[in-house]
């Protein structure tokens, strides 16, 4: 069963405009929450994190939302640069399952358009 | 500054044979860690270390086994090789708790058992 959801698995936005990836999670014992991005044939990079205890945070053209009562988070890039084109894994951690482990998302792989 | 290396890049192993996956990390990180990322699905956690001589299972240990003698390495071992463990490896290092700490990660082992 998973306690990381990304229900689109791609998604194909025009260069310039806003690009915005969806993460739902199941336990509501997770209490900090991280974006990763990863290019073909190489390892993921951390992007942008956030803690239960905001609903937003902020990271030059990417911007994280929390909604804590609908189990619900956004990544949102603007504006979106053919480079952005990989794939997003949401990452959960907490008291759900030890703050020394984070549980991802099977991701969603991401197309900015020239 | 290497961050996370992982050695071999890709291998292919005929069923029953065994490897070792070797990681070593220089930032002088406490925590490290072993995921498998499969086709479609997220990483998942295999085994961890939380320091050198500690290390314990993360959600899919079964068939694999590590070590953890220095802070720098974290050797994993496939003992029996199965067409079930054909993967994508990757290990990872983090200075903290890896829910609120960025996790670096080295550029992955392709692994494929026939």
């Known amino acids: 069963d998973q306690q990381v959801k990304q229900n689109s698995p791609s998604l194909s936005v025009q260069e310039g405009r806003i690009s915005i990836l969806n993460c739902d999670y199941t336990?509501?014992?997770?209490?900090?929450f991280l974006w990763y991005k990863k290019y073909p044939a190489e390892g993921p990079t951390f992007l942008i994190s956030?803690?239960?205890?905001?609903d937003k945070n902020e990271d030059g053209r990417f911007t994280v939302f929390l909604n804590k009562s609908a189990k619900h988070l956004s990544l949102h890039i603007v504006p979106s640069q053919p480079g952005d084109s990989a794939v997003y894994f949401c990452?959960?951690?907490?008291?759900?399952?030890?703050?020394?482990?984070?549980?991802f998302g099977p991701g969603t792989s991401l197309s900015v358009i020239p | 500054n290497a961050g996370v290396t992982q050695t071999p890049k890709f291998r292919i192993l005929k069923i029953g044979q065994s490897m070792t996956l070797q990681c070593t990390q220089d930032?002088?990180?406490?925590?490290m860690y072993w995921y498998r990322q499969d086709p479609g699905m997220g990483l998942k956690l295999i085994y961890y270390?939380?320091?050198?001589?500690?290390?314990d299972k993360g959600e899919v240990p079964n068939g694999y086994n590590v070590s953890r003698s220095t802070t720098e390495d974290f050797p994993l071992r496939l003992e029996l090789a199965a067409p079930s463990q054909t993967s994508v490896y990757f290990c990872?290092?983090?200075?903290?708790?890896?829910?609120?700490?960025?996790?670096?990660f080295g550029p992955g082992t392709r692994l494929t058992v026939l």
């Open positions: 990872a290092s983090s200075q903290g708790l890896a829910g609120g700490n960025e996790q670096f």
């Open positions: 930032m002088n990180h406490n925590y």
């Open positions: 956030i803690s239960s205890i905001k």
């Open positions: 336990n509501s014992m997770f209490d900090y």
């Open positions: 990452a959960a951690s907490g008291s759900a399952t030890s703050y020394d482990k984070v549980i």
């Open positions: 270390s939380v320091g050198a001589g500690i290390t």
